[in-house]
């Protein structure tokens, strides 16, 4: 346990001369792993302004704070790599869900949907509504987000992808057709300033309603914007049920050209046909990583959420609905059971819900665990912050993978798993000088406790805190703590420290 916090003024006086201490904050006797994979190893960190400064054995050194962490795993602070934050961060700048699990920066943009840049007029697009309101989405440039962003001060780093339904929805009047060749060329600029504006890339999600007209050479037209800026392409493919390698083998082929890395969103075998071919995935994107750079991410439990798909309707699995606008009193049922009150069929139940959100239970825990064991996966949450009654991964993902997954059911070392939340995912994602604690990387940290962290969030309870994590930083300023009891958190005061990671070239 943590056993004691030494707060000592920022300098001393001697004389007329002001001295200021070496370091602002040492964290003494931890247990660090430093996000490469590498096992743990008892040392001190030194942290001044924003950066990691020191490494070693500091117990004698000066700070204008000392913590004393009594064996508490230090990790690099865990960067959720599939978020639908994008406004989120703006309008609950706290993060609380996120900075209670140790997450300290959050991509967002995923699944082609992105807040910027695009600007609605009208309703927004499905599945884009999933982000917020209409009157939300003031962002036709992301520079605007950008300022935005910098004014609201979050508690926690964002990186943006530019979301190809977004971008449709921004230049095309209808969308359930081929973008023309003028949409196109518009579509190209919108992603290319983005680009030249710090985007990290581009995310599709083709298997939604409002992007599966866009044929593959649409895709190829805009990954090919990527090249130029050593950006990224991640993608929610055309479908993760029967077709999957196919869907897979599209993802290859818009990238390849162009030597584009591409990462498989929330990668996952869904539909109850599909159950028990985690091997056969893996194995395909094995054969094709010999040729590009590839790469996937998975959430911890073996339930999806997103709106309510006609095409995802089945008798297969449970179906529980989270919200509906036609029918909000429905909200919080399984499908099954508003069909049998209505005495109509799953169908057209699911077609009198709509527009409606629904969490899937259409996946093989086997699978998961065999896709989170994968070595090139990443950690990524894909919560809904704007769901009434969200999946539980919007508050306890990163502490299940690290309770759950690693510590009882011991899939893979705790090393691993922080490596998959940290270290991997900067590396993947391009975020310099973050994911690794390391003498002048940035002072993202995580202090926690691998004996109790765990988490509390459940499909009923979906909103709970999760335990274990004691403290953590964002860019040197501890942004969260949390006590013996679990709802005696204190999330840092005033303004956060969270910054806006513009890609850079490597």
Same mark, same amino acid.
């Given at each position: 346990?943590?056993?004691?916090?030494?707060?000592?003024?920022?300098?001393?006086?001697?004389?007329?001369?002001?001295?200021?201490?070496?370091?602002?904050?040492?964290?003494?006797?931890?247990?660090?792993i430093?996000?490469?994979?590498?096992?743990?190893?008892?040392?001190?960190?030194?942290?001044? %302004?924003?950066?990691?400064?020191?490494?070693?054995?500091?117990?004698?050194?000066?700070?204008?704070?000392?913590?004393?962490?009594?064996?508490?795993?230090?990790?690099?602070?865990?960067?959720?790599?599939?978020?639908?934050?994008?406004?989120?961060?703006l309008?609950?700048p706290?993060?609380?869900?996120?900075?209670?699990?140790?997450?300290?920066?959050?991509?967002?943009?995923?699944?082609?949907?992105?807040? !910027?840049?695009?600007?609605?007029? %009208?309703?927004?697009?499905?599945?884009?509504?999933?982000?917020?309101?209409?009157?939300?989405?003031?962002?036709?440039?992301? !520079?605007?987000?950008?300022?935005?962003?910098?004014?609201?001060?979050?508690?926690?780093?964002?990186?943006?992808?530019?979301?190809?339904?977004?971008?449709?929805?921004?230049?095309?009047?209808?969308?359930?057709?081929?973008?023309?060749?003028?949409?196109?060329?518009?579509?190209? &600029?919108?992603?290319?300033?983005?680009?030249?504006?710090g985007?990290?890339?581009?995310?599709?999600?083709?298997?939604?309603?409002?992007?599966?007209?866009?044929?593959?050479?649409?895709?190829?037209?805009?990954?090919?914007?990527?090249?130029?800026?050593?950006?990224?392409?991640?993608?929610?493919i055309?479908?993760?049920?029967?077709?999957?390698?196919?869907?897979?083998?599209?993802?290859?082929?818009?990238?390849?050209?162009?030597?584009?890395?591409?990462?498989i969103?929330?990668?996952?075998c869904?539909?109850?046909? &599909?159950?028990?071919?985690?091997?056969?995935?893996?194995?395909?994107?094995?054969?094709?990583?010999?040729?590009?750079?590839?790469?996937?991410?998975?959430?911890?439990?073996?339930?999806?959420?997103?709106?309510?798909?006609?095409?995802?309707?089945?008798?297969?699995?449970d179906?529980?609905?989270t919200?509906?606008?036609?029918?909000?009193?429905?909200?919080?049922?399984?499908?099954?059971?508003?069909?049998?009150?209505?005495?109509?069929?799953?169908?057209?139940?699911?077609?009198?819900?709509?527009?409606?959100?629904?969490?899937?239970?259409?996946?093989?825990?086997?699978?998961?665990?065999?896709?989170?064991?994968?070595?090139?996966?990443?950690?990524?949450?894909?919560?809904?912050?704007?769901?009434?009654?969200?999946?539980?991964?919007?508050?306890?993902?990163?502490?299940?993978?690290?309770?759950?997954?690693?510590?009882?059911?011991?899939?893979?070392?705790?090393?691993?798993?922080?490596?998959?939340?940290?270290?991997?995912?900067a590396?993947?994602?391009?975020?310099?000088?973050?994911?690794?604690?390391?003498?002048?990387?940035?002072?993202?940290?995580?202090?926690?406790?691998?004996?109790?962290?765990?988490?509390?969030?459940?499909f009923?309870?979906?909103?709970?805190?999760?335990?274990?994590?004691?403290?953590?930083?964002?860019?040197?300023?501890?942004?969260?703590?949390?006590?013996?009891?679990?709802?005696?958190?204190?999330?840092?005061?005033?303004?956060?420290?969270?910054?806006?990671?513009?890609?850079?070239?490597?």
């Amino acid at each position: 346990m943590l056993t004691s916090v030494e707060q000592k003024p920022s300098c001393v006086e001697q004389g007329s001369t002001s001295l200021s201490y070496l370091y602002d904050t040492i964290i003494i006797n931890a247990l660090v792993i430093d996000g490469s994979g590498g096992t743990a190893i008892e040392q001190d960190v030194a942290i001044k %302004d924003d950066k990691i400064i020191a490494i070693g054995q500091l117990n004698s050194a000066q700070a204008a704070g000392i913590i004393d962490a009594n064996g508490l795993v230090l990790a690099p602070g865990f960067i959720d790599v599939h978020t639908h934050d994008d406004l989120e961060v703006l309008r609950n700048p706290k993060m609380l869900n996120k900075i209670s699990q140790g997450v300290t920066s959050v991509i967002v943009g995923n699944c082609g949907i992105s807040a !910027s840049p695009y600007q609605c007029n %009208d309703v927004p697009s499905d599945p884009i509504n999933l982000l917020g309101q209409k009157e939300e989405f003031v962002f036709p440039q992301l !520079s605007d987000f950008i300022d935005k962003f910098q004014q609201v001060k979050p508690n926690v780093n964002v990186a943006a992808l530019v979301g190809h339904t977004s971008l449709r929805a921004q230049v095309m009047k209808s969308l359930d057709k081929p973008a023309s060749k003028a949409e196109l060329a518009q579509m190209c &600029n919108l992603l290319s300033a983005a680009l030249k504006q710090g985007a990290k890339g581009l995310s599709s999600g083709l298997a939604y309603k409002n992007a599966q007209a866009a044929p593959s050479e649409e895709v190829a037209a805009l990954v090919k914007q990527l090249k130029a800026y050593d950006a990224i392409y991640s993608t929610h493919i055309r479908t993760e049920f029967d077709g999957i390698i196919d869907a897979l083998d599209e993802a290859f082929s818009v990238t390849k050209a162009e030597q584009v890395p591409v990462i498989i969103s929330h990668v996952k075998c869904a539909g109850k046909s &599909n159950w028990g071919r985690a091997d056969e995935v893996i194995e395909h994107i094995e054969k094709h990583q010999k040729q590009q750079k590839i790469s996937c991410d998975c959430y911890p439990y073996h339930a999806s959420s997103s709106t309510l798909d006609l095409q995802q309707v089945t008798d297969d699995f449970d179906i529980f609905i989270t919200w509906s606008e036609p029918h909000p009193e429905k909200a919080q049922q399984n499908l099954e059971a508003i069909a049998q009150q209505w005495q109509i069929s799953l169908m057209e139940a699911a077609k009198r819900l709509q527009p409606a959100g629904a969490v899937y239970h259409g996946m093989s825990e086997k699978d998961v665990e065999q896709f989170l064991s994968f070595d090139k996966t990443m950690i990524g949450s894909d919560g809904l912050p704007c769901d009434p009654h969200p999946h539980p991964r919007l508050w306890g993902t990163f502490p299940r993978v690290l309770g759950h997954y690693s510590r009882d059911k011991q899939l893979f070392a705790l090393a691993a798993a922080i490596h998959k939340m940290s270290g991997l995912s900067a590396t993947e994602f391009k975020l310099k000088h973050r994911g690794y604690i390391r003498e002048g990387y940035y002072a993202d940290l995580v202090l926690f406790d691998a004996n109790t962290v765990q988490d509390l969030a459940s499909f009923a309870e979906p909103c709970a805190i999760s335990t274990g994590i004691e403290k953590v930083w964002v860019n040197g300023q501890l942004s969260y703590e949390c006590g013996i009891d679990v709802q005696k958190h204190q999330v840092s005061s005033g303004a956060g420290s969270g910054r806006f990671l513009a890609h850079e070239q490597y």
